[in-house]
């Protein structure tokens, strides 16, 4: 069985994605067969409770409210809806849900008690829950906890350096503020990134060596393929190869052998071949829906095709964690306290996303 290895560095994650593939290909599999069935990939469906209108200049994100992209936004969802469309995703397979919302933060009040019963609601549906709602403070993660939530994710993106490449209006420690604000609960924490957004392979593997340091690490790591949307500043990106995609996947898999390695946005553009070389380098697993929150996705019945022909099965929920319980409002322990943390705001420039932000105040 290969070791848990906390010490990576960016120089020993580089040599691995960089090694010859059939040689980097062989060594993720094994590990991979090493800690999980090589047959069996969790299906989760992400659903958008909250779209658009979003305060943050992410460059890669159409929900963005400085951008002029086509999407709709939406308010947040109602309960009775976010129920509907679990059971819908649970009876096509399904195991995990995954809501997002938006926002910056988390503000205490009625939209987050709102997102809290959600979670009572899914976690009674023996699914597992995940939020990705931004940044949020310990007490309101526990309260979380206390609903039944089983993940939450708060994704690094990229390396700290590239980081300010793409965002400035928080910075990278508030990221891993609020994957400490997690880690100090019992809900598991969800954390990748996205490759495709012009970082080299050095960055790639800095985002990869923040993760993998983490003791404990991730329990999943997504890793995204950019969907160039029109009118956000990375519109124009060119779409990341599958190589790269083979040798991200492989490469998480090896530094971090336990971890749920989720192969997320950027499907459409991949072949059956290339998802297979995916599972096969340690991917176990997929998004389902013909959405992925805003951009597109493979159709459920496709996905299941797939299943077919390569002899996967879908993951059972609770595998690798029990069942949290699930703690009515009225018993709750933990009260909202309104705090106002001071999460903060570089405000440096970036230039393509101010040049974004002008260009759709003009089409406005
Ligand atoms: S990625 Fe999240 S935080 Fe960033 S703009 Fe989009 S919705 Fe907002």
């Not at 959600?118 to 931004?134: Q, S």
Request: proline share 5%; charged share 25%; hydrophobic share 35%.
């Amino acid at each position: 069985m290969s070791e848990m290895k906390h010490n990576w560095t960016k120089e020993d994650v580089l040599a691995i994605y960089n090694r010859p593939l059939m040689d980097l290909l062989f060594d993720a599999a094994t590990i991979h067969r090493e800690h999980h069935d090589p047959n069996t990939v969790q299906v989760s469906t992400l659903l958008s409770i909250k779209t658009g209108g979003c305060p943050e200049d992410c460059g890669y994100c159409p929900q963005a409210a400085r951008y002029h992209t086509d999407i709709e936004g939406n308010d947040l969802m109602s309960v009775q809806h976010v129920k509907a469309q679990a059971l819908r995703a649970k009876s096509s397979g399904s195991s995990r849900v995954c809501m997002g919302a938006a926002w910056r933060n988390v503000k205490d009040g009625e939209e987050f008690d709102q997102v809290l019963e959600m979670v009572r609601t899914i976690n009674k549906l023996d699914m597992e829950v995940c939020c990705t709602l931004g940044m949020i403070t310990e007490n309101q993660a526990q309260r979380l906890a206390e609903a039944g939530l089983y993940a939450y994710n708060h994704n690094l993106d990229s390396s700290e350096e590239y980081y300010k490449e793409v965002i400035s209006t928080r910075g990278y420690e508030d990221r891993l503020e609020t994957i400490d604000n997690v880690r100090k609960t019992n809900v598991t924490v969800c954390s990748g990134g996205i490759i495709g957004m012009g970082e080299k392979p050095e960055d790639r593997a800095g985002m990869l060596v923040a993760l993998a340091t983490l003791n404990p690490q991730p329990e999943s790591v997504p890793i995204n393929a950019l969907v160039a949307v029109e009118g956000t500043p990375l519109e124009d990106q060119t779409p990341v190869s599958i190589w790269d995609m083979v040798r991200m996947v492989a490469t998480t898999r090896i530094v971090m052998p336990e971890t749920q390695v989720r192969l997320s946005a950027g499907r459409t553009e991949m072949s059956r071949e290339g998802q297979a070389m995916c599972f096969f380098a340690g991917a176990n697993s997929i998004f389902a829906g013909d959405k992925l929150l805003t951009t597109p996705n493979p159709d459920v019945g496709e996905d299941m095709e797939m299943f077919k022909l390569l002899g996967l099965n879908p993951q059972k929920p609770f595998v690798k964690k029990s069942q949290p319980e699930t703690v009515e409002a009225n018993d709750s322990q933990y009260e909202a306290l309104g705090e106002k943390p001071k999460w903060t705001r570089p405000e440096h420039k970036i230039e393509r996303n101010e040049d974004a932000k002008q260009k759709a105040k003009v089409l406005r």
